[in-house]
């Protein structure tokens, strides 16, 4: 039982850190927020990501890469021009590790406005940090598991953000419905959007890329959206546009 809570915990947790400061503020900033709590926000991005610890800034610039070029040949990471996932992962990480290691300028209309805290963002994506990370999670599994089969768990730990990643990049563009024709291949995978905390309504996103709330119809939930309206309520975070509903 600790062994799925501790799963859970960690599936959710760095999800939930991906779509509200990476995605959300990062890359869109939907909302702002007080310096003090944007590095609070960072630093829970990066222990609960742990060994998949995401660069916010190059996170960002291939997030509006993605907007600007959807589901065309300059897309990141469409799954139109790829034979498989694998192969959308392998040249997305290409790609993410040239604006990481700042060996590629973007381009101006994708610079700036994303928090950069430069001894996380470096420690977070040392080959170190990983392990290390990785070793606590087998010390972890080693103390609390009580069947082997537990132990077949431990790759998504180590991998948590790419797999993320690659549901909602393959998925989002393949599989489910549209509301709207914004012009490319976004979909909405409803209802397994609920495991993935309202980042599978990419074409709700899509046509509305600076709206907090993913959902767009009676019965979609964007389960992230009330607790953003609630750290709005309490002035934890201010929300960029009126709340509707």
Same mark, same amino acid.
């Given at each position: 039982?600790?062994i799925?809570i501790?799963?859970?915990a960690?599936?959710?947790?760095?999800?939930?850190?991906?779509t509200?400061f990476?995605?959300?503020?990062?890359?869109h900033?939907m909302f702002?927020?007080?310096?003090?709590n944007?590095?609070i926000?960072?630093m829970?991005?990066?222990i609960?990501?742990?060994?998949?610890?995401?660069?916010?800034?190059?996170?960002?610039?291939?997030?509006r890469?993605?907007?600007?070029y959807s589901?065309t040949?300059?897309?990141?990471?469409?799954?139109?021009?790829f034979?498989?996932? %694998?192969?959308m992962?392998w040249?997305?990480?290409? =790609?993410?590790? !040239?604006?990481?290691?700042? $060996?590629? @300028?973007?381009?101006a209309?994708?610079?700036?406005?994303y928090p950069?805290?430069?001894?996380?963002?470096?420690?977070?994506?040392?080959?170190?940090?990983?392990?290390?990370?990785?070793?606590?999670?087998?010390?972890?599994?080693?103390?609390?598991?009580?069947?082997?089969?537990?132990?077949?768990?431990?790759?998504?730990?180590f991998?948590m953000?790419?797999?993320?990643?690659?549901i909602?990049?393959?998925?989002?563009?393949k599989?489910?419905?549209?509301? %709207?024709?914004?012009?490319?291949?976004s979909?909405? =995978?409803?209802? !397994?959007?609920f495991?993935? $905390?309202? @980042?599978?309504?990419?074409?709700?996103?899509?046509?509305?890329?600076?709206s907090?709330?993913?959902?767009?119809?009676w019965?979609?939930i964007?389960?992230v959206?009330p607790v953003?309206k609630f750290?709005?309520?309490?002035?934890?975070?201010?929300?960029?546009?009126p709340?509707?509903?």
């Amino acid at each position: 039982m600790i062994i799925l809570i501790f799963f859970l915990a960690h599936w959710f947790l760095s999800l939930f850190f991906q779509t509200f400061f990476l995605h959300r503020y990062a890359s869109h900033k939907m909302f702002s927020t007080h310096k003090i709590n944007e590095r609070i926000f960072h630093m829970l991005t990066f222990i609960c990501q742990g060994s998949s610890y995401l660069n916010p800034r190059a996170y960002a610039i291939m997030h509006r890469e993605h907007h600007a070029y959807s589901d065309t040949e300059k897309d990141p990471h469409s799954p139109y021009f790829f034979r498989d996932v %694998f192969q959308m992962m392998w040249r997305t990480a290409q =790609s993410y590790k !040239l604006y990481e290691k700042r $060996l590629k @300028e973007p381009d101006a209309q994708f610079k700036g406005n994303y928090p950069e805290w430069r001894l996380i963002d470096y420690w977070g994506s040392t080959y170190l940090s990983r392990i290390l990370f990785g070793i606590g999670y087998v010390v972890f599994y080693i103390v609390f598991a009580t069947h082997w089969w537990m132990f077949l768990l431990l790759p998504v730990h180590f991998m948590m953000g790419p797999i993320h990643g690659a549901i909602v990049n393959w998925c989002g563009h393949k599989y489910g419905y549209a509301n %709207f024709d914004n012009g490319d291949k976004s979909k909405n =995978s409803n209802p !397994l959007d609920f495991l993935m $905390l309202g @980042e599978l309504f990419q074409n709700n996103h899509h046509k509305r890329p600076n709206s907090a709330n993913f959902a767009a119809k009676w019965f979609e939930i964007d389960p992230v959206y009330p607790v953003m309206k609630f750290m709005h309520w309490v002035r934890i975070i201010k929300l960029r546009k009126p709340i509707a509903g």
